[in-house]
């Protein structure tokens, strides 16, 4: 089984930056795609963005394109978050997920690894 541990979160002002890491330990697995999600409070889990295993392929959510990148370092074992130009809107818990098959997906449910999350608060 595999183990994700975020981190990186924090507060920052609205217009800053902050990059998220995710580290994973235990059974890593070849050629799986892996994903960030978001979820604020009283909201559903939102997809914020995807990266197959060789980074050659990357979809990210409409309300972040453009500002966050996502990427990943498999020797590493590490998935990375890049979040620039952040909004109040974009305050939430962030999550990232292992997909056990090649393709990224925007779908929450087809994950089956999560780490606990990592809070981001964006001050406006």
């Known amino acids: 089984q595999v183990q994700l541990v975020e981190s990186g979160g924090g507060l920052v002002q609205a217009g800053g930056s902050l990059r998220l890491s995710c580290t994973a330990s235990g059974r890593t697995n070849i050629n799986y795609a892996m994903g960030w999600f978001r979820q604020a409070p009283g909201k559903e889990r939102e997809f914020v963005g995807g990266i197959t295993w060789s980074g050659t392929y990357k979809r990210y959510g409409e309300s972040v394109k453009g500002r966050f990148t996502i990427s990943r370092d498999t020797a590493k074992n590490a998935l990375y978050l890049q979040m620039d130009t952040l909004k109040s809107e974009d305050t939430a818990v962030y999550f990232c997920?292992?997909?056990?098959?090649?393709?990224?997906?925007?779908?929450?449910?087809?994950?089956?690894?999560w780490g606990q999350g990592t809070q981001v608060t964006v001050s406006s």
């Open positions: 997920a292992e997909r056990a098959y090649i393709g990224v997906s925007s779908v929450a449910r087809d994950y089956n690894a």
